[in-house]
């Protein structure tokens, strides 16, 4: 039993130690990592459209015509996953002002809000647009959330590494 503990300890140990390297890596090398993200998921994408494709021509045909939106909806999958890895730069560039296009339609629907609801007026107003300055501020500067996201991610990495390390010296 305690021959296991010492395995599980130091598997943990090597995990920790992982995941502050890969904090470190994200941090440093921001923009390679959120690319490298960005075709990992595409090539998950594709994985999924081809286990959809292959499913549905393992099995039997019902008769239903379902098969044919499944057919349709695997390509589409791997369509997907194909641009997400080609385009990877792209999207990366893209996503953070989507993002901020997303937030300003959304305040502008608290500021509409504002006009249909006497009683919560003011904060609809607040809300709506607090929202919008910040839609702007991503649209502005994709580039900064982008990066600050590699680097909120990176540092929780780290900081669980050094979390699990220190209960495994606790525990020792």
Same mark, same amino acid.
């Given at each position: ?15 920790? /130690? #992982? ?5 470190? /890596? ?5 923009? *390679?990592?959120? !690319? ?13 459209? $081809?286990?959809?494709?292959?499913? %549905?021509?393992?099995?039997? %045909? !019902?008769?239903?015509?379902?098969? &044919? &939106? $499944?057919? /349709? ?18 999207? $990366? @560039? +893209? +996503? ?22 006497? @009683?919560?007026?003011?904060?609809? /107003? ?9 839609? $702007? #501020? ?9 990066? *600050? ?14 979390? @699990?390390? +220190?209960?495994?010296?606790?525990? %020792?």
């Amino acid at each position: 039993m305690e021959y296991k503990i010492r395995e599980l300890l130091k598997n943990k140990a090597m995990a920790a /130690v #992982l995941s502050v390297a890969l904090g470190i /890596v994200i941090i440093i090398a921001r923009r *390679a990592a959120l !690319d490298l993200l960005v075709r990992i998921i595409g090539g998950l994408v594709i994985t999924g459209g $081809v286990a959809l494709i292959a499913v %549905n021509l393992i099995r039997p %045909n !019902d008769g239903s015509g379902n098969m &044919t &939106t $499944v057919l /349709v909806m695997g390509g589409l999958a791997i369509l997907a996953g194909i641009i997400l890895i080609s385009c990877a730069e792209g999207i $990366v @560039d +893209f +996503f953070p002002t989507l993002m901020g296009i997303f937030l300003i339609l959304n305040g502008l629907s608290h500021l509409a809000v504002a006009g249909t609801d006497p @009683d919560n007026r003011i904060v609809a /107003v607040i809300m709506g647009v607090i929202i919008i300055i910040l839609g $702007v #501020l991503i649209v502005m500067h994709p580039g900064f959330i982008a990066n *600050a996201i590699m680097i909120f991610i990176g540092s929780a990495f780290i900081v669980n590494g050094l979390f @699990d390390l +220190f209960m495994i010296k606790q525990a %020792n």
